[in-house]
Structures are given as C-alpha cells and as structure tokens.
C-alpha cells in the first residue's frame, strides 16, 4: 500500500473511532459506486450521516474541509443516493458530514467534526 493510502486510511480509522465515542454506530466503510466514495456512512438515534474525512498533516496546502470541492460533494451526495436505494434507511434523516483529521507521524493531533458541513440541494 501506498504511503499516501496507508496515510489516508489511518486518517478514517482515527475519524471511525472518534465517531464511536460520540455515540455513532458505523454502518459502513468505503461505500463505492463508479464515481464516487463515501469513506464513511454513520448513525445516531434516526439520522444517517454520511462523512468525507480529510486527514493533513498540516495546512500548508489549505485546511482539510477545502479539499472538498463542490464537485467533490456532488459525487458523494450521488454515491449516497444509491445507498439510500439499496439500504432500508427511508425513514432516517440524512445529514453530510466532513470530519477533518490532523496528523503528525503515527499520532491524532486533533480531529474536528464538522457537522453539516454541505447539504443536497434537491431530495436524494
């Protein structure tokens, strides 16, 4: 594996087990379409949230949360359409998360939770 991949794997398995200690139950990992990923689909009480993590290990670049373009977000609001068509989740609220993770070596320096962080324009 890739030192970038085993990079952004470490991130979502830190932003996994943060989510578990707020009370989310994680329903899914890396869902998949063609297009598009969802790193991470989660619960608490009735609303499904689905989570992009970035992980950075700093901000030269911008922060975490500006990697997720619009487009970006299109992708994952599509990918969590056909969740929600082959998941028995119709009567959920649906929510769009972005958890951003920072990272120095093998260590979590912070992890911010940005909820809401973008919403679907139209219903899914």
């Known amino acids: 594996?890739?030192?970038?991949?085993?990079?952004?794997?470490?991130?979502?398995?830190?932003?996994?087990?943060?989510?578990?200690?707020?009370?989310?139950?994680?329903?899914?990992?890396?869902?998949?379409?063609?297009?598009?990923?969802?790193?991470?689909?989660?619960?608490?009480?009735?609303?499904?949230?689905?989570?992009?993590?970035k992980a950075r290990s700093d901000i030269r670049h911008g922060l975490p949360s500006e990697a997720v373009t619009f487009r970006k977000q299109k992708k994952i609001i599509e990918a969590a359409g056909v969740f929600l068509q082959d998941e028995n989740f119709s009567e959920c609220a649906c929510r769009f998360d972005i958890v951003e993770v920072y990272l120095r070596g093998d260590c979590v320096e912070e992890i911010n939770h940005i909820e809401n962080a973008f919403e679907v324009e139209q219903d899914i």
């Open 1 to 53: 594996m890739s030192k970038q991949k085993t990079f952004g794997k470490f991130g979502e398995d830190s932003a996994a087990k943060f989510l578990e200690a707020q009370g989310y139950t994680i329903v899914a990992r890396n869902f998949r379409i063609r297009s598009a990923e969802i790193d991470i689909i989660a619960r608490r009480d009735d609303v499904l949230v689905f989570v992009e993590v």
